[in-house]
C-alpha cells in the first residue's frame, strides 16, 4: 500500500523551496519561517520508522514554522526600543 501524500518526503521540501522563493519575491520574513519548518518537516519524514498522522505532522510543521521564527525575529530584530528612521531621501 502506497503512503499518503503528506509523508511524501520531496513535497516537503519543494513547498519549502517554493516558500523560500516567495520570501525573495516578498521580503519580511513571513515565508522564511514557513519554509524552514517545510524543510526541517521533510527532512524528518526520510527517517524511515517515522509514520506519523496527518494532524500530528501538520502540529509538527506548525511548531518548527513558529521556532523558526521566533529565531529568526530574535536575530535580526532591531534592539528592542529602537525604531528605524530615515533622515535623508536616497534620492538627494
Do not use: C, Y
Request: glycine share 8%; net charge neutral; proline share 5%.
Amino acid at each position: 500500500m502506497a503512503d499518503p501524500i503528506w509523508l511524501t518526503w520531496w513535497l516537503w521540501l519543494a513547498g519549502a523551496l517554493a516558500l523560500g522563493i516567495l520570501e525573495i519575491i516578498l521580503p519580511g520574513f513571513i515565508f522564511l519561517g514557513f519554509a524552514i519548518g517545510a524543510a526541517v518537516t521533510g527532512l524528518l519524514l526520510l527517517i524511515p520508522s517515522f509514520t506519523p498522522s496527518l494532524a500530528v505532522l501538520l502540529l509538527i510543521f506548525a511548531a518548527l514554522s513558529l521556532v523558526a521564527w521566533l529565531i529568526l525575529r530574535r536575530m535580526f530584530a532591531l534592539p528592542h526600543g529602537q525604531v528605524k528612521t530615515f533622515r535623508h531621501d536616497i534620492n538627494d
